[in-house]
């Protein structure tokens, strides 16, 4: 009899779906036990920004001694990236062991959890079963509805940048998306959420008040006006923190850190030993593959998973900060229900274009490149009156890089970008290259 495959089980088509609610979840993990209530939390809610917090506050809390679960969502190259313990990813026999003991308990219901509520119980059956002090738990879409929004009050709730996503599910307006990611705020939990638009600081205002929370936002103004930008780290400044380093080079990434830094002093008020030099080595040592990542040189080539219009500015800014005076060879492969058409605005009116590919996602919701290079056409006509580059219309990913590294030449630079679905292909496709 073959070995029980669990990424086979927990990815059966049949419940691969999006079913918001907490029903299943609930009397998912009532039947294990619940695990989740012999454990504490840090939750992670917002649109942009929330993998990076995450690994930030891993990173600070590993450094400060403690067994620090991690769970994430989608993963680039492997699917154990999803469940972490101290930066090192779930085993496959853990992995195989831990699914096994949630199919039991799930086969035996009558409405069957999703892949995402099966995987948010696999990781939280393993992470007690390891015995983790504290667990950073990342939301999957949306909060209120969450999956993860099973665990009970955290040690603290915090919200990255709130940004339109996922419209058709979780509204179309910046505050009934914000009210959706303020579900996780639970009494008894304080509320750390990132500098947010007025509209969603003003429902999650309300709602940590509703609930008689704390509520910190951090500032912009407390990170130094001056970044220090090198190929490999940025240094920057926060508050009273002096000098700090960061390997993750997007523009965004100090303020990400802020958040998560804003996070663990608020866990030391609750008693959490966490001093100056944890966080400062957890910021420094802190990695989270594909986003502003450099694969390689000679040529160039920078992945990034934006997938929105705000991701999509943020990495104009980057490349300009860390590439200045540079014209990019893009290779872009997005999801046909985002809002692809305003992310490929942000591109074009950037100035920094030096050619296009059209690549295509491995998922089922991808754009084909036919429709992507037609948008293109459609947008250069639109800003410049003809069309100035004939998009690529790459057959693979790895297609599309051969092509893009021929346009870029050694000396060239190629930033990929779209879809984190597609990291895990150019970051595979790349390394087969030899770079």
Known sequence: MPEFNA???INTPHWQESRLGMDRIRELMQRLGNPQEKLKFVHVAGTNGKGSTCAYLSSILKEAGYKTGLFTSPYIQEFNERIRVNGENISDDELRQATLTVKEAADAMSDHPTEFE???AVALVHFASVAC???IMEVGMGGRLDSTNVIPAPEACVIAPIALDHCEILGDTIAQIAGEKAGIIKEGSPVISAFQEPEAAEVITAVAKEKGCSLQFTRREDIADELTVFTDYVSFSWKDL????TTLLGSYQPHNAALALQTARVLVGRGWEITEEHMRAGVANATWPGRFEVLCKKPTVVVDGAHNPQGAESLMESIYRVFPGQMPVFVIGVLADKDYHEMLNAVLQSGMVRNLVCVQPPNPRALPVVELAKELRELQ????????MDPYMAGSIDEGLRVAMQMAGKS???VAFGSLYSIGEIKESIANMGL
């Open 7 to 9: 990424v086979e089980y």
């Open 118 to 120: 099966l995987m948010t």
């Open 133 to 135: 002090d504290i667990c």
């Open 242 to 245: 002096k000098g700090l380093r």
């Open 381 to 388: 006509m639109d800003h410049l009156g003809y069309d100035l």
């Open 412 to 414: 060239g630079l190629i």
